[in-house]
């Protein structure tokens, strides 16, 4: 089945998994969370959920496009109530209970925003203590979860280099890989087989926090598709240099350029990410094994998954000091449209039945949507920035294509109540021309909401996706680009999951939004 087929028309939520709440958690959205928060959803007629990137970080960085690992699940993510080491002794149900209640974790629970440092360290010490029951109870008497764990291992030959160099990370105090001791640093096979031995048990447990997050995602995707609910994913496109990828496939990093983006109408000076550029040739020459191996685990996680920087795969911005010096690392346009030609029907045929997503948006040459267009491969409509050049009118989201994803915004943008009241009173009576089909001044935002969500639902896109902020019509924004600080990556929602369907406002809010699924013909759970 193409995008469309798996999609048919129905609605969806953008949201991070770290901004769920439940009544039990250490401040931060967790897996075992998604099961009531489904519910909601349910209610609400929406069956589709979008979730920021996933992948682990280090142990203060809250941005989820700074990972370390390409393939690892930040910890921090899992239900601590819910590994089977906590659920079954006394003594550890006990432990959480004790943190559950100490003042660290009120601190942190009590946040407006997600403490990202905090809750990492208030989990990892009833992991270590989980783990350590796990070790001396299962895996030293080869029990058959042992053999499970094990089997797991065997299918994820990718733990092996990322749990040994978190080990090192630790053990260094999280200084960079680059100052690290030469045979270390240079993967000296002797000198690595002589560390993991005797780092055995810490490289173990941080491959067994793995295994925990699989086992748990599991019932939660099945939790999902009892429902009708879509999973879609969120894979970044580039890695920190600090990542257990980078130092392990050196061949296909070129550390001595950054990726960015070029300047244009976002940034006069352009774009400095400080990510290491990849080599393509070289990947190209090894079949792309890299990139295989990471479509190939989205499709096992998710339904959907959402290629991130897409013109990236068909040019990417390198740089080695000022971003406007950069250059593209492919210049021929025909040589650019064969890389991504060949880069998406890859990825198409590693995806199986999940489907690829490409992210779009931007300052994006008509050659890239012509190659995903052709490949049926959808990429984003962001209503506020459809627009003809030519009067400035806004386009209607009718006229969107099916194979397309119609948004208000994505977590870089205000919500739709924060646009609505800083843009000029001439562009919202425009756009409020094209929603209402009238000219004349435009509301406020109470009294525009439900309009607004309205004319997104009605978009000819297979799927519509708001911001979880939008359903409430809040301000709150996930990330202003751009910025450092707390108010960045750490939105929580307001309402404990398990309340959601008691809470008048959200109970409100999945009545309206229900309606306008069923009356504007989108699939409901």
Known sequence: MDFTQTVGRRAGLIAPLSALRTRRDLGIGYVGALEPFFDWMEQAGLSALSLLPLNDLSPLDSCPYSAISAFAVDPAYLALQDIHEIKRSPELKHRFDETFDSREAQICQRAKGVRFGDVRALKMRLFEEAFRHFEEREYE?????????????????????????????????????????????????????????????????????????????????????????????????????????????????????????????????????????????????????????????????????????????????????????????????????????????????????SKPVAEDLGIIPPFVREVLQGLGIPGYKVS????????????????????????????????????????????????????????????????????????????????????????????????VPGTIGEHNWTYRIPVAAEDLLEDPSFVQAAQTLKRLAVETGRKTC
């Open 141 to 353: 008497r080869d029990t058959t979860r042992a053999q499970e764990f094990r089997a797991f291992l065997a299918r994820n030959r990718w733990l092996a280099d990322y749990a040994l160099f978190k080990t090192i990370k630790e053990e260094r105090g999280w200084e960079s890989w680059t100052r690290w001791p030469e045979g270390l640093k240079e993967r000296d096979p002797r000198i690595l087989t002589d560390y993991r031995h005797k780092h055995a048990s810490r490289v173990r447990f941080h491959q067994y926090l793995q295994w925990q997050f699989h086992v748990q995602w599991k019932a939660a995707r099945e939790a999902a598709a009892q429902r009708g609910i879509l999973l879609f994913g969120d894979l970044p496109f580039g890695l920190s240099k600090e990542s257990a990828d980078v130092w392990a496939r050196r061949e296909d990093f070129d550390l001595r350029w950054r990726m960015g983006a070029p300047p244009d109408w976002y940034s006069e000076t352009g774009q400095d990410w400080g990510l290491p550029a990849y080599r393509w040739p070289e990947m190209k020459e090894r079949g792309h094994l890299f990139w295989r191996a990471r479509i190939r685990q989205a499709a096992e996680m998710f339904d959907l998954f959402r290629l991130d920087h897409a013109v990236g795969f068909f040019r990417t911005w390198r740089l080695e000091k000022d971003p406007r010096l950069g250059q593209f690392d492919v210049m021929p346009e025909e040589a650019q449209r064969a890389r991504g030609q060949e880069f998406f029907a890859m990825s198409l045929e590693e995806a199986g039945r």
């Open 384 to 479: 506020r920035w459809e627009a003809n050049e030519k009067d400035k009118s806004f386009k209607h989201p009718r006229g969107f294509a099916e194979c397309s994803i119609a948004a208000a915004g994505t977590h870089d943008t205000p919500t739709l109540a924060a646009w609505w009241a800083e843009i000029p009173a001439e562009e919202r009576a425009r756009y409020w021309e094209m929603v209402y089909g009238q000219g004349g001044s435009a509301p406020a935002f109470p009294e525009a909401h439900e309009a607004l969500l309205r004319n997104l639902y009605e978009a000819g896109s297979a799927l519509t996706l708001l911001q979880f902020q939008d359903v409430l019509g809040t301000s709150e924004r996930v990330n």
